[in-house]
């Protein structure tokens, strides 16, 4: 193993990031999420000798000193600090970041934290629903939203039968509300849900919780981690495409394009190549993965998974239906509920994928326990709409106690 290796130390996390909280402000959540994340990792925050942010909310609309506040308000400071905004994938685009450093040899112990934050801006989920992701689209009309809502070509582009549209639909949905369950940090904790109400929610339930929340994680070097089962960051990849959705579906817009490789709206392209870099750099295959974490939302988590290469093209929707996808299932996918289950904080949200990844890992998850050994786990997050797509594959080292 390369002892250079970025290793995990320490998690934390607010819960139920899939409602608002009006009681705390974005300093309020990170605090609690890193301090959590602190003694989780068995530190003293004076061992932190750097950090990166994520966020969504106030960043998003001017509030330009988010990373001396937020140092400022975690009492690290003076601190070198950094932040980070790619949309829903800012928080995995942070984590890279402190990969980055960690490996760099410049940092010993890093903090990576993000947030979600609505309600402390009151135009801000209208703004963040009705633009799009380049001035190109909004000026056609064309909003974020529809960007998912095309996404649905999938089902077409494959030949997939209405009733197993349906079908999959509903079994994403339940499952995701079924891990959420079990899961304490949940919108969906303890809560019983059944397929007749499902029925009656838009897209059958199949939609992200939208909420506030932070989440954190501890790295350090993998020579320093010194524990029994540690946890490397074995393999990562991050890949930025153009946002304009007419680049999807012709190669001959995009300004000295090299490379001739788009994709429409039904297919993860940039999810797919960011997925099979992380791949070889951790010289693993799909097959080696034990669970998965994917960008929840209508139909994404088919094109996700599919991307991934953990199923092939066209046969995700039966994976669900089939309950590969369950906890006993062939590769277990967002077993903390992920976005439909657990909730969605954006700045911090693909941040809370990687823990639960972590915990399962190490025997510490506070939902369902993944029953079949986990050595291997992948994280899969995406900005806009595939302009950013970001793969993290973690491991289980043997280490020192």
């Known amino acids: ?65 988010i990373a001396p506040t937020l140092v400022d ?8 600090a950094f932040t980070d905004s790619a ?7 942070a984590f890279m970041q402190g990969c980055d450093m960690v490996e760099s040899g410049n940092y010993d112990t890093v903090l990576v934290a993000g947030f979600g934050k609505m309600t402390d801006v009151i135009p801000f989920e209208n703004y963040m629903l009705l633009s799009s992701d380049s001035l190109f689209d909004y000026r056609l009309g064309y909003s974020h939203i ?27 949905a339940m499952s995701a509300r079924n891990y959420g369950k079990y899961n304490p940090e949940a919108k969906y904790f303890d809560k019983i849900s059944n397929y007749y109400d499902l029925k009656s929610l838009p897209a059958l339930g199949c939609t992200l919780a939208s909420g506030e929340g932070a989440s954190a994680i501890i790295l350090t070097k993998s020579v320093k981690a010194r524990r029994k089962n540690k946890v490397v960051v074995h393999g ?38 960011a997925c099979n870099r992380a791949y070889k750099q951790a010289n693993l295959r799909p097959t080696d993965i034990d669970t998965v974490q994917v960008y929840d939302q209508l139909v994404n988590q088919f094109i996700a998974l599919e991307a991934t290469g953990i199923c092939p093209i066209g046969t995700a929707p039966m994976f669900y239906i089939n309950g590969e996808a ?11 509920g992920g976005n439909i289950g657990r909730g969605f904080a954006s700045g911090a949200a693909s ?49 020192d106690d």
């Open 146 to 172: 529809d960007s998912f809502l095309l996404g649905t070509e999938y089902f077409a582009k494959h030949h997939i039968n209405k009733d197993i549209q349906y079908q999959s639909l509903l079994a994403v």
């Open 236 to 273: 990562r990849s991050w890949l930025s495409t153009s946002h304009y959705v007419g680049h999807r579906y012709s190669d001959q817009q995009i300004m000295n394009n090299q490379s001739k490789a788009v994709s429409d709206l039904a297919e993860g392209l940039p999810l797919k190549i």
């Open 351 to 399: 941040l809370y994928g990687i823990i639960e990844l972590y915990r399962q890992l190490t025997n510490t998850q506070q939902g369902l326990k993944i029953q079949n050994p986990v050595h291997h786990a992948l994280s899969t997050f995406m900005g806009g709409y595939y302009a950013d797509a970001g793969a993290v594959i973690l491991s289980k080292m043997d280490g």
């Open 73 to 80: 308000a975690l009492g690290l400071s003076p601190l070198p």
């Open 1 to 65: 193993m390369n002892e250079k290796l970025p290793a995990i130390i320490g998690v934390g996390c607010t819960i139920n990031p899939g409602e608002p909280h009006i009681d705390k402000g974005f300093k309020d959540l990170i605090v609690e999420a890193s301090y959590a994340a602190i003694d989780n990792a068995h530190i003293s925050p004076k061992q932190i000798d750097g950090a990166v942010f994520s966020y969504t909310g106030e960043g998003e609309v001017g509030y330009g000193g």
């Open 87 to 93: 949309n829903c994938a800012s928080a995995h685009a």
């Open 326 to 336: 369950n906890v006993n299932g062939k590769c277990p996918v967002n077993t903390d």
